[in-house]
C-alpha cells in the first residue's frame, strides 16, 4: 500500500508484491490546492518493463476550475517528460469536463483510453447520480469525471502497451444497501505490441 496522504481527500495505490516491484514512489504536493490534493507517483517495474504509475483525486465542483487545470497541468508534464523507456498510466478521479481536458490539452504521445476504446457508452459515465443513490442531489448528474491516461514507452526496442478493454466495476451494492463508493471504477486491460 503506497499512501498519498493521511488528511482530507487521499489516494491510494496497491500493488501485487508478486506481479510487481516497486521501485521508488513519491507524493507530489499541488502548490496551489484548497483541498489538499497531491500527484501520488510509482516507478515500478513488471516483467522486466519500466512503468510509472499516477493517480490523484483532482479538485472537486465547478467553482475550483482554475485549480483542476493547474492539476492537469502538472500531471500533463508528468506525462510528456517522462523518460522514453517507461511506459506512463495516470488514472483517477480527475473532475474534469471535456472542455477543461481540450483547454488544457494533452501531449501527442497521450491517450485517453476511454476515447481510444471507442467511447463506448457502456463506460461512459462514472459519476452517476440516477443510477448511484449514494449521494443525494436535487439534480441529475452524468459525467466522466474518472479518467484513464496512458503513454506507452516511446523508445524503439520496448514493447508498447495499447488499451485493450474497459469496464465499469463497484455496480452492484454491498449487503447494507450501499455501493462501495459514490463513482463507478474503471477496470482497464492493456496487451504488449
Given amino acids: 500500500m503506497i499512501e498519498g496522504g ?29 483541498m489538499r490534493r497531491n500527484l501520488l507517483v510509482a516507478q515500478v517495474i513488471v516483467n522486466g518493463q519500466k512503468l510509472c504509475l499516477m493517480t490523484s483525486h483532482f479538485e472537486s465542483c465547478r467553482e475550483n476550475t482554475a ?26 478521479d480527475t473532475n474534469l469536463r471535456d472542455a477543461e ?3 488544457v490539452g494533452l501531449p501527442a504521445t497521450v491517450c485517453d483510453v476511454w476515447e481510444r476504446l471507442g467511447k463506448q457508452e457502456h463506460c461512459r459515465y462514472t ?13 441529475v448528474a452524468r459525467c ?3 479518467r484513464i491516461y496512458l503513454r506507452p514507452a516511446i523508445r524503439r526496442g520496448i514493447p ?3 488499451p485493450d478493454h474497459m469496464a465499469l466495476v463497484g455496480l452492484e451494492k454491498l ?19
Avoid at 72 to 92: E, I
Fill in 6 to 34: 493521511r488528511n482530507g481527500c487521499f489516494t491510494g495505490m496497491l500493488l501485487k508484491k508478486s506481479r510487481v516491484k516497486l521501485v521508488e514512489s513519491e507524493m507530489v504536493p499541488y502548490p496551489t490546492t484548497k
Fill in 67 to 92: 485549480e483542476r487545470l493547474k492539476q492537469l497541468h502538472v500531471v500533463k508534464r508528468r506525462l510528456k517528460h517522462a523518460p522514453d523507456d517507461v511506459t506512463v498510466v495516470f488514472g483517477g
Fill in 101 to 103: 481536458v481540450t483547454k
Fill in 127 to 139: 459519476w452517476d447520480t440516477s443510477a448511484n443513490n449514494n449521494k443525494t442531489f436535487p439534480f
Fill in 144 to 146: 466522466r469525471f474518472d
Fill in 160 to 162: 508498447r502497451l495499447a
Fill in 175 to 193: 449487503d447494507c444497501g450501499r455501493y462501495t463508493s459514490d463513482h463507478w471504477g474503471i477496470y482497464c486491460t492493456f496487451t504488449a505490441e
